[in-house]
């Protein structure tokens, strides 16, 4: 197949205080979020000026792409366009068909299956051609991938990393915490031929960082940033919770890794670097938090792996994993669909 653009698509995030309210506004439409809990959210932006780290690292990844895209010949334009804010992906999608763009590949910023990690953001690429009309180009998404070594290894290096923050002394009761966003358990079971992918591919990331890490270790994966209406059943333990289950079970210090995301955003930066440190703190517990792909150089160059996994003949045949779940390249419409709320 031939494809004349790459879209680089993201949550997006404010960069202004003025922003975090509407911004916070757009990504809970519909979800029955409490408006105190939006309140609450909001102070963790303002903590920071108003400012989330993610369109400047949506910024820098892009760079980079485009950087490896004329180092290795790739003549492909890379664009960029949001989930929830400015540049949102319907404008992007305008522009694309404005400079000539017919049929594009889309790279997102999320490794996992799931609905809020794979499907919403089809429905969201489904969405910005509606808005743009028939002449808007055809935009597929890229596969997922939460075991390719562009991915897991710079986790790895990154738990070495902040294992050498620790005192070596006490490694016999030191632990690797791995972390994900909490997403609901009826959506975490979802329906489709793979629905329900989101815990297991985490799972296997856990495992293939721990593996190459640090195989002496013992290592959980466990839940942050949890959101929504507090009777609604979502994925445990809270990372907070569980820090202080450790504590009390003896051991001394954590290495905590944030697998589910590709940089350090703000719900890194506050839920781990702010909350979950403080929590350590309080229990005593040595803390380094491990750091996320980002611009490494392994994470771009897997971006120009997955696009010549469907621009080269036999493409498939190039495609790197390390894990053993089942992989797809396109999911069907009925994959991963939101479950109905209570």
Not at 88 to 102: E, F, I, N, P, Q
Not at 245 to 271: C, K, M, R, Y
């Amino acid at each position: 197949m031939v494809y004349d653009a790459l879209v680089l698509v993201s949550f997006g995030g404010p960069e202004r205080p003025e922003d975090v309210l509407p911004f916070l506004q757009n990504v809970t439409r519909g979800r029955g979020v409490p408006p105190e809990r939006l309140a609450e959210v909001a102070e963790h932006y303002l903590h920071f000026g108003g400012v989330s780290p993610i369109n400047q690292q949506c910024r820098d990844l892009l760079a980079a792409i485009r950087a490896d895209f004329a180092e290795h010949g790739v003549d492909l334009p890379v664009y960029w366009g949001n989930r929830n804010w400015d540049p949102m992906l319907a404008d992007t999608v305008a522009r694309m068909r404005d400079d000539g763009v017919t049929r594009a590949l889309a790279f997102v910023t999320s490794a996992y299956g799931g609905y809020s990690s794979c499907r919403q953001y089809q429905e969201d690429i489904a969405k910005a051609r509606a808005a743009v009309g028939p002449d808007a180009p055809t935009v597929e998404k890229l596969r997922q991938f939460w075991d390719h070594p562009g991915f897991v290894e710079p986790h790895a290096d990154a738990v070495r990393s902040a294992l050498g923050q620790l005192d070596p002394a006490k490694r016999a009761t030191t632990r690797l915490v791995f972390t994900a966003h909490s997403i609901p358990t009826s959506m975490a079971v979802n329906a489709g031929p793979h629905g329900g992918r989101y815990e297991a591919q985490l799972a296997e990331t856990a495992r293939l960082v721990h593996a190459s890490a640090a195989p002496d270790l013992p290592y959980d994966l466990v839940w942050q940033s949890r959101s929504g209406p507090p009777h609604v059943p979502w994925l445990e333990p809270d990372v907070n919770d569980h820090l202080a289950a450790l504590a009390e079970a003896g051991t001394t210090g954590v290495v905590v890794s944030p697998i589910g995301f590709v940089s350090d955003h703000l719900e890194v930066v506050w839920d781990l670097d702010t909350e979950a440190l403080e929590t350590a703190k309080r229990l005593g517990l040595d803390f380094a938090r491990a750091g996320t792909p980002g611009t490494d150089p392994r994470f771009v160059t897997m971006v120009r792996e997955l696009v010549a996994e469907r621009t080269e003949p036999g493409g498939e045949r190039l495609r790197r994993r390390l894990g053993e779940l089942p992989l797809w390249d396109a999911c069907p419409t009925v994959c991963c669909v939101p479950a109905r709320r209570p």
